[in-house]
């Protein structure tokens, strides 16, 4: 009994430690490579540009900002129209592709 | 109100509006002549400055119409996936996306701005005042000049700090240079008798003459609003350029940049009809002192004898919208592109004559081209830029100019890359989706597709280091960066990063002519 219960914590250890790591960093960039890249870089954004740079940014953050474009509740035309149509799983894989670059 | 308005007849509107808008114009600051200095300082280096378009679209009253003002003004803030237009959004203001919008469905392609040869003269700029106290060789470790591989980074918005010319050492794969331009390089060209100068021309029309051993332009000219065409004399002692705008062409003193003779680019098209003509490909040759042109509307190829006076000797009929070139037989054989009947003409540049007219497949847009001899033939391969149903890479033999095959690929393609001492011809896939981050591999002896590459962002312009042992491609649009690879075992090897970058131009080139050919078959056209 005693073992099933460590057990199934471990169990609940390993799930989500499986979740959190569920994010693809290669769909994360390929969605980058099509939604984000033409303002925000592939990696940086341009020089010239007045977007601001998601490599090495939070994951949680970057996640956090895309859902609340996603839903309004964080207004930016332009944000709200692209983030518009992303999934959470979507969210997940490009915040966690950004977080990994180096900025 | 709006109801009104919409009853009103049209040149009531008109006359409403030519009193209201000066006034609205004081008011706002929207003046027309602001909007059109924002025309030319975003827009004009890829839509042409006439409007009429360049690499991008025309954007006028015709080509818009019809075409929602809100749609246009949302495309502009955010740019075009899948293409080079980049977003303006926190560059211009709402206000002055609204103005472009508007100014831009109302104007008509502009008349061809007059640019003269004392313009091209008053334009020079010298960086370098005193040319002989350049180093006398490279400042940075290279064995051969030749393994210097420039590529031409646009920067997302065609200028500002991300266009330059960037040369690397293609041993190495490390930069060893930058060459701001101002606007998005296009072309880079080498002097063939001086290894240590390089012409770099951007998409405005502008050449800097760039000292490759210290790694610094050290004079500029502008000799147009527009046009890639580039080309040099095989004594290195002539430059000719071309424009889409204006239409004409200049020979400049190479060494100088002082413009020589400008030429008005008009003739008789294969309709019959006296048109005035865009400046496609120009090239020097091994072959002769000579420069050939073609003339993209007029459909004429144009040579041009570098000798008192530069005289021009006409061809006529090559084809329908010519584009691009490249050499074949020492340099005495041109094979020309044309987009509208999607042939190749090949041109004997001795006799000054067509040869016959080759199918090419959907829109060919040989890109420099490349040609390689296989089991005793000279073989051409020729990308075809159109998105058809018959997608194909045409392969020639450029002995008896007859079509051998034409090869599926998976898309459009722009550009073909070869070395003698490669195993593959590469293409790059440009049609405008998934495919068009990869390039594909043609086997030499085969003829059949054998491998794709991911490279990302949109793959194109692919280039093989002067020893063969690399193939360099760019990422380019967001990919931002240029990636290597072995060429054997086609595993990458090395990035390099750089803002859009987008054709690659290897310094080897000067030695093979076309790519894929060895140096020998150019020794043997002396």
Redesign the interface.
Known sequence: MKTAAVTSILMIGFLSAHSANAASLYAGQSKA??VC???H???S???????PPLAGRDADYLESALKQYRDKTRVS??MN??AGSLTDRDIENIAAYYAKQKP | MKTTKRQLPKSVILGLAAILLPVAAQATSESPQHIQKLYDENCASCHGSDHGGFIAPGLNSDTLKGRSPTALRSLIMTGSFDTLMPPFFGRLSDDEIRGLVKHLQTTPKQANPAWTIDDIKASIKVYVEDESKLPAKPIYDIDNIDNIIGVAARGKYGRGSGSKAVFINSVTHKQIGEIPTGTAAHIIDYNPANPRWAYVKTDTAEIFKVDLYSMQAVRSVKTGFNGPGLGVSRDGKYIMAGSYVPHNAVILDADTLEPLKTFELEGIDPDGKMVTSDSGMIIGTPFDDIFAIALENAGQVWVVDLKEGFPVTKIENVGRHLHDAFLTHGGSKLMVASYDDSIVTAIDLKDRKIIKKLEAGCVPHVGGGAAVEVDGRTLGFGTNFGDCDKMVVSVWDLDKMEVVKQIPVDGGTESPAAHANAPYVAVDIISKDKRARTIQLIDKKSLEVVKTLDVGGHAYFPEYSADGKFLYVSAGYSGDEVVVYDSASLQKVATISMESPAGIFSHGRVRYMTRGLSPDEMKGAK
Do not use: E, T
Not at chain 1, 45 to 51: E, T, V
């Open positions: 490579a099509a890249s033409q303002c870089g592939i990696r954004p341009s020089a010239d540009a007045p977007f035309d332009i129209n692209i």
